[in-house]
């Protein structure tokens, strides 16, 4: 096969109708009210509200300082944090440029989520255990019931890096719901997006109260209450969220129709390949197609394959956060290994089905 003219990369970013998105950015003109919770804000909050049916909810600059600010908010800065290095690096630098300390749990060999049974062992012995940062990745559910239940015994905050989670339910409740509070990330990069952007969802008024100031460099008006942070969302961000936002169940119904050919044209459960486990109850948002190869050796011929095509896919998440250079002496051998053979293939809900079918072949080809 020749080489691509355009390179394929693991997704595309989603843009709303053109009209809808240049619709609302001209309101912005005629206003000229451009950042400090203008109307779009305003009223993204409240759709997004409805959507995820959570009362306390506020949007935030990008979900990387949606984590600092709830960290704050649950009291966890400075203090030591159980989290998973089967993540996004952000998960991480975010903990720490709170000053956490984060001590890895290990992550369940089939879900890819943090394990409740290692989090427990730890918990059991240290009492110096603030709160977990667990990541429903993937979008896939982690154990949320052993979790709230841990969370009550060892009386620990619970904060979920929802990021990847937009758009998913367990057992009809979305994903973002569970937890002491959770964030998303509303990145370009992901499933739903406001370009930059992100979310904090709370479960009290006096939470989200603090998040409010702390979004906004702690005062309100000429009342200085508490130290804060500028983690606001611009109205142009807010437009794109608007215009978008309506298209995400038809974006999910694009995404479950492509994976399940990706399923059947990799014959998934009848070679090598290998997906991760999806939580019971779950309806998941496909926010991701991820495969499981049986080696590293396997994963690396492959992708090299692939990227003589000019496909170039991602291993997320390679390596595990437990190798970063500012980590020092901690391990999680399941996670090691699992990140050494995971890759993420290109997807994106307006995928081309020939991309898809020339991808399977060359991974099958390779296999
Ligand atoms: C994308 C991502 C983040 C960070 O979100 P930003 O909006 O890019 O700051 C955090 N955690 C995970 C797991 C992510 O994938």
């Not at 049974?117 to 982690?142: F, M, R, S, W």
Request: a neutral charge; glycine letters at 6%; charged letters at 20%.
């Amino acid at each position: 096969m020749p080489k691509k003219s355009q390179p394929v990369f693991v997704t595309k970013a989603t843009l709303p109708a053109k009209e809808k998105f240049l619709e609302l950015v001209s309101q912005v003109y005629d206003r000229a009210w451009l950042t400090n919770q203008g109307p779009l804000c305003a009223e993204l909050e409240k759709q997004l509200k409805n959507t995820l049916a959570s009362e306390y909810l506020i949007l935030c600059s990008n979900g990387t300082l949606g984590l600092q600010l709830a960290i704050r908010a649950l009291g966890l800065n400075g203090k030591k944090i159980l989290t998973t290095p089967f993540t996004y690096v952000a998960t991480l630098t975010a903990l720490m440029w709170e000053g956490c300390e984060p001590v890895f749990v290990d992550i369940d060999s089939e879900s890819l989520c943090m394990s409740p049974i290692l989090t427990e062992k730890i918990l059991a012995k240290d009492q110096d255990i603030a709160g977990i940062v667990p990541v429903h990745v993937y979008g896939n559910a982690c154990d949320v019931y052993e979790f709230a239940e841990l969370g009550r015994q060892y009386d620990i905050k619970i904060l979920y890096d929802a990021a990847h989670a937009f758009g998913s339910k367990l057992n009809g409740k979305s994903l973002l719901t569970y937890g002491d509070a959770a964030i998303c990330s509303f990145h370009a990069t992901k499933l739903y997006h406001t370009v930059e952007g992100g979310c904090v969802i709370a479960h009290s008024p006096q939470v989200q109260e603090q998040l409010n100031l702390f979004r906004a460099f702690g005062h309100k008006g000429d009342e200085y209450l508490s130290l804060g942070i500028n983690a606001k969302l611009s109205e142009m961000h807010a437009a794109m969220g608007l215009a978008l936002l309506p298209e995400v169940p038809k974006l999910i119904d694009r995404r479950r129709n492509l994976a399940n050919l990706y399923d059947n044209m990799l014959n998934i459960g009848k070679n090598e390949l290998k997906k991760p486990k999806f939580a019971e109850g779950l309806e998941w948002n496909y926010a991701y197609y991820p495969i499981i190869f049986s080696s590293e050796k396997s994963l690396l011929k492959i992708n090299n394959a692939l990227q003589e095509k000019n496909i170039f896919c991602r291993r997320y998440f390679f390596p595990s956060l437990t190798k970063m250079p500012y980590i020092k002496d901690q391990s999680a051998p399941i996670c090691e290994d699992i990140a050494s053979r995971v890759l993420c293939l290109p997807f994106w809900p307006d995928m081309p089905v020939d991309i898809i079918q020339e991808i399977s072949e060359i991974i099958l080809k390779k296999l």
